[in-house]
């Protein structure tokens, strides 16, 4: 008997395996203040998430999709290692540079390739989020008041429309606009934020990241199917 269409499909997230134990691994160690681990463990975090893109891509037509999940993977990349590959330049708006392409990337991959669905209330959650936000954080952003406003959009940009995707898609964006929001909250009023959010950034930012490529990849895969 044939059991190779049941075998592949499950072989096709084996290449995930890496990005997963290196994100646990970069959470247990800023948990214990690990710092030269957490360095290197972020650094691989983005570049083991391609790999695992490519892999289960592997046997499929790449084209635009994948190219643009590649482009966010890469662009995040650049967004978490700025202060390291551009130490030369101020951190906090290279970050918001990077990330910001990075969501126009996913926003373009989700509403022109993957939309299957309306939002329904999800906008208005969001658009909530943005202004609660603002509200909360203008008055201690300065000159970057417009760079963040900017960023807030195309953050829950990403979200909303990976909600016209997929539900793995949708919990993605959730975690993604989750690990941003405690970040700039870190960032920008570090005195009201405790230790443990540290990790926490990185553990909905991880889980963000990986389930927003795979969301893409299973609706990929349902499209081709």
């Known amino acids: 008997m044939d059991v190779m269409p ?19 691994v970069h959470v247990v160690a800023l948990a214990m203040d690990a710092t030269p681990t957490a360095a290197v463990t972020k ?5 083991l998430l391609a790999v695992g893109v490519l892999w289960a891509a592997r046997d499929r037509a790449r084209g635009i999709p994948i190219a643009l ?5 890469t662009l995040s990349w650049l967004g978490d290692e700025t202060g ?23 926003i373009w991959l989700f509403l022109r390739h993957l939309t299957r669905r309306s939002v329904h209330g999800w906008w208005l959650a969001y658009a909530a ?11 201690h952003l300065g000159v970057l008041t417009v760079a963040v406003a900017g960023y807030g959009l195309v953050l829950g940009g990403t979200a ?19 690990s941003d929001s405690i970040l ?10 405790p230790d443990w959010t540290s990790p926490l950034v ?21 499209s081709r199917g």
């Open 6 to 24: 049941r075998t592949v499909p499950a072989l096709r997230w084996v290449g995930f395996a890496p990005y997963a134990m290196v994100s646990a």
């Open 43 to 47: 650094m691989l975090l983005m570049p």
């Open 69 to 73: 999940l590649l482009a966010a993977i």
């Open 84 to 106: 390291v590959f551009f130490a030369f330049a101020p951190e906090i708006p290279g970050m918001l540079l990077f990330f910001g392409l990075a969501h126009l990337a996913y």
């Open 129 to 139: 989020w943005w202004v609660a936000m603002l509200a909360v954080l203008v008055p």
């Open 160 to 178: 909303l429309s990976a909600a016209r995707c997929t539900a793995i898609t949708t919990v993605g964006g959730v975690f993604f606009l989750a």
């Open 184 to 193: 700039a909250f870190r960032l920008f009023l570090p005195e009201a934020m």
């Open 202 to 222: 990185m553990l909905t930012y991880c889980l963000g990241q990986g389930l927003l490529a795979a969301g893409v990849l299973g609706a990929l895969g349902r």
